[in-house]
């Protein structure tokens, strides 16, 4: 059960290829980048780390600015589909965080083959199904099924947030009941 269990001290958001020319191609591309602007807030007001990467940037564009301007932090380029490159390895160990939470794109390629790096390197993965997304529906539904039965969790944007505060009535809780509203 504690595979279930997100907490401040334990979780880090690994955000991966939202960029410029992809999500226009995307099947819910503008629902995902709402929820992981979210995301990106409710972290950044929590004081948790968020990396994130760009699928060959010269080719695909950038983080899209309303995301990379709330992170502040460089975004790790790459050109393989995995985002478990070593530079990524190395920030997610020198993190100390074990709960990996994954959003971005598409969920049956860079996030599939990074999910898969990650269960093998034996993290906590969380996939956030409403945050992920892929060209076609039958593309991301299955991408979630094989991310599934190779042992991550397969949550949403609103149970991850409200896991992590544990509890109403606090300033946090104020803040993400903001956001998500």
């Given at each position: ?50 990396i994130y990467t760009e699928q060959y940037p010269k080719g695909l564009g950038t983080t899209l600015p309303d995301l990379s301007e709330i992170t502040k932090d460089k975004a790790f380029e ?50 956030v199904k409403d945050c992920v997304a892929s060209r076609t529906q039958d593309n991301y539904e ?40």
């Open positions: 059960m504690k595979k279930y269990k997100l907490n401040e001290d334990n979780t880090l958001l690994l955000m991966i290829d939202i960029q410029e020319r992809l999500v226009p191609a995307m099947n819910n591309g503008e629902k995902v980048v709402e929820n992981a602007k979210i995301l990106l807030t409710a972290f950044k007001e929590l004081n948790l780390p968020v790459k050109t393989q589909f995995s985002a478990y490159t070593e530079d990524i390895k190395s920030a997610i160990f020198k993190s100390g965080k074990i709960n990996i939470l994954v959003i971005g794109m598409e969920t049956h390629v860079c996030v599939y083959q990074t999910v898969r790096a990650l269960l093998d390197a034996e993290y906590n993965v969380f996939v299955n991408a979630l099924d094989m991310m599934k039965d190779m042992g991550a969790v397969v949550t949403n944007m609103e149970t991850v947030l409200f896991d992590i505060l544990k509890k109403a009535g606090t300033k946090e809780f104020k803040l993400v009941s903001k956001l998500i509203k």
